[in-house]
């Protein structure tokens, strides 16, 4: 199973942008999706995520002004980015939870995609 992200890139603050993250290979079903970052000298956390019924949770500090999605038929997820801020600024990862063909659940990641945010 592979996760390839894109979408990622430099930007102004106030600017927008759209991560998305396309799950491939022996895939059978997949549970939840989301989207984690990590800055520079910090712990990897939280950003938004989505379970396969559409429900969503996102971290406070990005409620209102980002959106997570997913296309179930394409195995995409989406993160749609706006009023970007500088502390927006990391390397953002993608997660799925899949269940394989082999019907093993486990959990993937993305290779990461940077978002810095100029001020």
């Known amino acids: 199973v592979q996760l390839v992200e894109s979408g990622g890139g430099l930007v102004r603050a106030g600017g927008s942008l759209r991560l998305s993250c396309a799950a491939s290979g022996s895939i059978f079903s997949i549970y939840d999706m989301g989207w984690y970052r990590q800055a520079p000298g910090k712990q990897r956390e939280l950003v938004a995520t989505?379970?396969?019924?559409?429900?969503?949770n996102c971290a406070d500090s990005v409620k209102g002004r980002f959106t997570i999605s997913r296309d179930n038929a394409k195995n995409t997820v989406y993160l749609q980015m706006n009023s970007l801020k500088p502390e927006d600024t990391a390397v953002y990862y993608c997660?799925?939870?899949?269940?394989?063909?082999?019907?093993?659940?486990?959990?993937?990641w993305g290779q990461g995609t940077q978002v810095t945010v100029s001020s």
């Open positions: 989505i379970a396969n019924d559409g429900s969503t």
């Open positions: 997660y799925a939870q899949v269940l394989t063909a082999s019907y093993y659940k486990y959990p993937y």
